[in-house]
């Protein structure tokens, strides 16, 4: 089982290049299931050969039930799930995906939305984008990427009847073409019910975000997803203890071990997905102890609070971590 349901069977449809090392697959269901709707934003885990799972987000319009799209980059860095995906997986395959979970919603009181993709980031922004053309909404989207030949989805976005509100941005085009974060921002700030939604690598991400919290763009306007992050253990890395608090239960989490490899080391039973602090399935309340939060998932404001961390990758700055399992 999933953390939402049982897995579903799909099938591979389609598969196809959509920009130089990006392909995307359409999934659809083996049989006469009905696949479950998603919102704009959603992301599915696929069980992918080889025994990895990986996140994905629904790249298609919402209404558009009848097949899921993804769209994947291949990573030099991979630890297996896009080399499975361009290397392994081939039209016909069958495997198994979640049900779809959606951490990075649109916010339904905005009456404006600023879009910011970074690449391989314009994935969930593609639903978002269509979603809030078909409301009629207010929205501004701007995809940057390194080139012309790195930008996925540019003839469906060049044809969308939404296409004015589209601003794209190559790292290697000419200056007039090149992103302005800090004047976007700052000429957003006006318009107090923005709402900002940004996906891409982290160098993206933080420049957005910084520049937005140093705008004093309230915390609840900012909304974001992380794909994955840095390895998060460090050599300085120590043990530390966690108490389970409904059974008195004591866990030694040793320096080279997760929290989260301890539990179910222990018996202890905790959902998980991505194991890179990006998604939140981990998310476990903490009763006691102070942790050390390394996830991308939590805003600045709810890791201060350290009332609940991601045991997947954070770990703890107090010699016992007392959790509400
Ligand atoms: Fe994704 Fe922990 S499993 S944040």
Redesign the pocket.
């Known amino acids: 089982m999933s953390d939402n349901g049982p897995l579903l069977s799909v099938r591979v449809q389609r598969k196809q290049q959509e920009a130089l090392d990006i392909c995307s697959l359409e999934l659809v269901p083996v049989n006469d299931q009905q696949l479950p709707a998603f919102t704009a934003g959603s992301h599915l885990d696929l069980h992918l050969p080889g025994g990895v799972v990986r996140q994905y987000s629904l790249c298609n319009t919402p209404d558009q039930a009848t097949h899921y799209q993804v769209a994947v980059l291949r990573d030099a860095q991979s630890r297996g799930g896009s080399k499975a995906v361009h290397d392994l997986l081939h039209e016909g395959d069958v495997l198994n995906i979640s049900h779809p979970k959606n951490h990075f919603a649109l916010a339904p009181s905005a009456s404006r939305h600023l879009l910011l993709a970074g690449g391989i980031g314009v994935t969930p922004m593609m639903a978002m984008a269509e979603t809030l053309a078909a409301q009629g909404a207010v929205f501004e989207m701007h995809y940057c990427t390194r080139s012309a030949e790195r930008t996925a989805f540019a003839p469906r976005l060049a044809a969308a009847p939404y296409s004015a509100h589209v601003h794209l941005h190559h790292d290697d085009g000419d200056a007039s073409q090149k992103i302005d974060i800090e004047a976007l921002l700052r000429n957003q700030a006006s318009h107090a019910d923005t709402h900002l939604y940004v996906c891409g690598p982290q160098g993206f991400m933080d420049a957005v975000l910084n520049t937005a919290r140093a705008q004093a763009w309230p915390e609840a306007r900012l909304h974001y997803e992380f794909f994955s992050t840095a390895p998060t253990a460090r050599d300085t890395d120590g043990p530390f203890e966690i108490e389970i608090a409904s059974s008195g239960q004591v866990i030694t989490v040793p320096a080279d071990s997760t929290a989260?490899q301890a539990l179910l080391k222990a018996g202890v039973d905790v959902?998980?997905?991505?194991?890179?602090?990006?998604?939140?399935?981990?998310?476990t309340r903490v009763k006691s102890g102070e942790p050390d939060h390394r996830?991308q998932?939590l805003t600045p404001d709810e890791h201060a609070a350290n009332d609940q961390f991601?045991?997947?990758?954070s770990r703890s700055k107090s010699e016992r971590l007392v959790l509400d399992l």
């Not at 991601?310 to 990758?313: D, E, G, L, R, S």
């Open positions: 989260l959902l998980m997905s991505c194991e890179q602090g990006v998604c939140g399935t981990c998310l996830d998932y991601t045991p997947c990758c």
